[in-house]
């Protein structure tokens, strides 16, 4: 039947049809609402757009593992067909009438692997197999308590799942000399993402290296890394000899590409210690200069006080690390083909230097003691008094006083605090800012740091406390 205006009321094209394609064969439509959790669960999922359709193909089981649909967008319509055959001949058929019975634009297909499943079934003395869910799982509502535990209940705890993916995966985990056999030497399926850096522990006896990895050197004339741009990091670190890279970006205005090459050539990189996450020019011992205490890190964490938290985002990702399979995330762990692999962004002034007008965009930031433009903390730095002859930095603190750092997070959190009642002033819009007191993220201090009395040391502007 061709679709017109004097047909039209005939066909039901405004009524909008969920398709579901179900891996089975279906002669009982009742049991098919039962499998994906009955009508409730069924609209919860198709009226969520992340959420993906479970199907247990043993609903009366708890221990029955979903197979999980995905939806789809696609066009298509949902056709009522009559037909009419002769009992002589059925094999002819006759079409008496064609009807739209709605239109479809989600559909949902069960193209996935389904999880592995585990039967509660033992092996009775018998020898026999028999079923142990009536015993594992109670009915109805347990009003007494058992006087003793029944010995021949079997143990049965299977985990929530089984595998992380339902999805096949290409990568196969091989030995190293397996792959060495199986792939040339000089083929390779992608080009080596390492930068041949070298990343050391640190250490009051363990000397520094003086020279770069050789490989570092040739990745660079590899990479074509400009020469101007390689002269300005090296004259940088002849002026500072210490540097983190997002200092080194957002001082010089320079892009991912511009640094994450040319370090490795530079210096070291301490991965713990005073001077974590900085690069060290080679040839200059942080732990034998006394001025190097400037470019010792100091990690920052602003409070939970009032309304902070609400107003600072997180750094880190909001992705989950463990991909949920319920949630459809199609896009998780991919990369956008079309979005280059390195972002051309420098760094902002407030993720590498504080200045008393700072407000931190991120709760975490960590900033060298020479990028912290607080008078106070320099000169609390100023008149940390110069160790003795043969006296060597702590492993720990460096050439700082124990729990200084301490009072420096304490200064920069009433500069925060300041800068913030001056922005809701500003800001007519914005709620009250109200000062309750809360914890840190972390404690970053151990009984170690205090004095043999229990005392914490002070160190400000009217004077500190001499070292040993």
């Known amino acids: 039947m061709e679709y017109g205006p004097l047909n039209a009321h005939k066909h039901n094209l405004q009524k909008e049809l969920v398709c579901i394609e179900y891996p089975g064969l279906v002669h009982n439509p009742d049991r098919l609402l039962a499998s994906f959790g009955g009508q409730l669960e069924l609209s919860t999922a198709i009226g969520s757009e992340k959420r993906r359709l479970e199907l247990r193909f043993r609903p009366e089981s708890c221990y029955a593992k979903p197979a999980f649909g995905d939806r789809h967008a696609t066009s298509g319509l949902v056709l009522k067909i009559k037909t009419r055959r002769r009992r002589s001949q059925p094999s002819e058929v006759q079409v008496r009438s064609i009807e739209i019975a709605g239109r479809v634009s989600l559909m949902y297909k069960f193209e996935s692997m389904c999880d592995f499943q585990l039967l509660p079934a033992f092996r009775n003395q018998a020898g026999t197999v028999e079923c142990a869910y009536e015993q594992l799982v109670p009915k109805g509502i347990i009003t007494t308590i058992p006087k003793e535990t029944p010995a021949n209940v079997p143990y049965f705890l299977p985990p929530i799942s089984f595998s992380r993916f339902d999805t096949a995966q290409t990568s196969i985990f091989k030995a190293k000399d397996i792959v060495t056999d199986v792939v040339g030497i000089g083929d390779k399926d992608r080009a080596s993402r390492t930068k041949h850096g070298l990343y050391m522990s640190f250490s009051l006896t363990d000397p520094l290296p003086t020279e770069p990895n050789p490989l570092a050197v040739r990745t660079i004339e590899q990479k074509r890394i400009p020469q101007e741009t390689i002269d300005l990091i090296s004259n940088s670190f002849m002026e500072r000899p210490v540097w983190t890279k997002s200092a080194l970006k957002g001082t010089f205005q320079l ?110 930031i960590f900033y060298q003691y020479c990028d912290v433009k607080v008078p106070r903390i320099q000169q609390m730095l100023e008149k940390i008094p110069t160790p003795m002859t043969g006296v060597t930095c702590s492993e720990k603190t460096g050439w700082l006083p124990p729990r200084f750092d301490e009072q420096c997070r304490d200064i920069l959190t009433e500069i925060v605090l300041t800068n913030f009642r001056k922005a809701r002033e500003v800001d007519s819009n914005t709620s009250e800012f109200e000062e309750t007191e809360g914890d840190e993220t972390e404690i970053t201090f151990d009984d170690e740091d205090e004095n043999e009395s229990g005392e914490e040391e002070s160190f400000d502007e009217k004077g500190i406390s001499e070292l040993e």
């Not at 080679?282 to 107003?311: C, M, N, T, W």
């Not at 991919?334 to 962004?345: F, V």
Request: proline share 6%; with cysteine; hydrophobic share 35%.
């Open 255 to 364: 892009s991912e590409d511009d640094v994450r090459y040319i370090l490795p050539v530079m210096g070291i990189y301490f991965v713990n210690g005073p001077w974590r996450g900085t690069w060290v020019r080679f040839g200059y011992d942080p732990r034998k200069h006394f001025e190097s205490r400037f470019y010792q890190l100091l990690d920052f964490r602003v409070r939970a006080i009032g309304a902070l938290h609400d107003r600072i985002k997180v750094k880190r990702t909001t992705n989950a690390t463990k991909p949920c399979m319920r949630f459809a995330n199609s896009h998780f762990g991919a990369r956008d083909p079309d979005k280059p692999s390195i972002a051309r962004t420098v760094a902002e002034q407030s993720n590498f230097s504080f200045t008393m007008d700072t407000l931190p965009q991120m709760r975490i």
